[in-house]
């Protein structure tokens, strides 16, 4: 029994080590999967399940990702994807000082929540110096200060069937004949509780910029950097996350990117 596990453990490792090397050779090669039934999607898709399975077994639920000394912040964090959200409803909240700006806390919830900016900046507060990775291939050490998600997760009292987080953003992403494309993304419910898991209103101790998803982005520090959505104004609880977009649980995603994005 224990050599089955641990040529079991073996193998998950190889896999892993695999989908990421994949995963981190860049954007341009994933355009073979936007074809549904494509080889390599397939096996694509398979290694992200062992990803995910083989990070969670051993990394452990709730281990803390690397913090940094201030020393370490060598440069701003670098804007990237989206920077500037043009919808009028973005744009409107922005030249008002996101004054009526409100998170939303919809879904599988006993009790949806809203919060202003004002109200998330009173809440407790906790900042952290960590290293964004970004597929692209570049990274930035910056520090982040919001508020922690579980306890307001907590709050709105999650149903007992929902399984994961969908983050919803503001800005279109793509804007195409057939409608606007708003980025997204989604976590499992132990990343969302993972105590650096923050809304994050502050950036290098200023108030957010917008070209860093201002007013408020998530921190998912374990994860990639497109696992950190910006410009983030409802977070649906649900128990699947077919729905969305096309299904495949995040923007980049639905790219082919992996979902679980650990590193
Ligand atoms: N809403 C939104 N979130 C996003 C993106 C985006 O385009 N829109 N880009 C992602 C990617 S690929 C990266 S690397 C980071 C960039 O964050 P930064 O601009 O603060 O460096 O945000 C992620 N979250
Ligand atoms: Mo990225």
Redesign the pocket.
């Known amino acids: 029994m224990s050599r089955l596990l641990l040529s079991r453990r073996r193998f998950l490792q190889g896999s892993a080590g695999a989908a990421s090397g994949l995963i981190l050779a860049g954007c341009d090669q994933f355009d073979f999967l936007g074809q549904q039934n494509h080889p390599a999607r397939n096996f694509v898709e398979q290694a992200n399940v062992l990803t995910y399975r083989a990070q969670r077994r051993l990394v452990g639920e709730q281990t803390l990702a690397r913090e940094y000394a201030a020393s370490e912040i060598r440069q701003g964090?670098?804007?990237?994807?989206?920077?500037q959200p043009t919808t009028h409803e973005y744009k409107a909240l922005q030249e008002g000082n996101f004054a009526d700006y409100r998170l939303q806390v919809t879904g599988m919830v006993e009790q949806p929540l809203s919060f202003s900016l004002n109200e998330l900046r009173n809440m407790p507060a906790r900042s952290q110096i960590t290293r964004?990775d970004?597929?692209?291939g570049w990274s930035?050490i910056a520090k982040w200060t919001g508020t922690p998600l579980g306890p307001i997760l907590d709050a709105a009292r999650v149903h007992p069937d929902a399984r994961f987080c969908v983050y919803h953003?503001?800005?279109n992403?793509e804007r195409g004949l057939s409608g606007d494309v708003f980025?997204y993304?989604s976590s499992d419910l132990v990343d969302a509780h993972h105590p650096q898991s923050i809304l994050a209103y502050g950036?290098n101790d200023q108030v957010l910029p917008v070209?860093?998803?201002a007013p408020v982005?998530l921190r998912i520090e374990r994860a990639?950097?497109?696992?950190?959505?910006?410009?983030?104004h409802t977070i649906e609880l649900v128990a699947d996350l077919q729905s969305f977009g096309r299904g495949n649980g995040g923007?980049?995603e639905d790219y082919g990117y992996d979902w679980y994005g650990g590193i």
């Open positions: 964090q670098k804007p990237n994807g989206s920077t964004h970004c597929v692209e930035c953003c503001f800005d992403i980025y993304e950036l070209s860093n998803g982005r990639l950097g497109y696992k950190q959505p910006k410009y983030l923007y980049w």
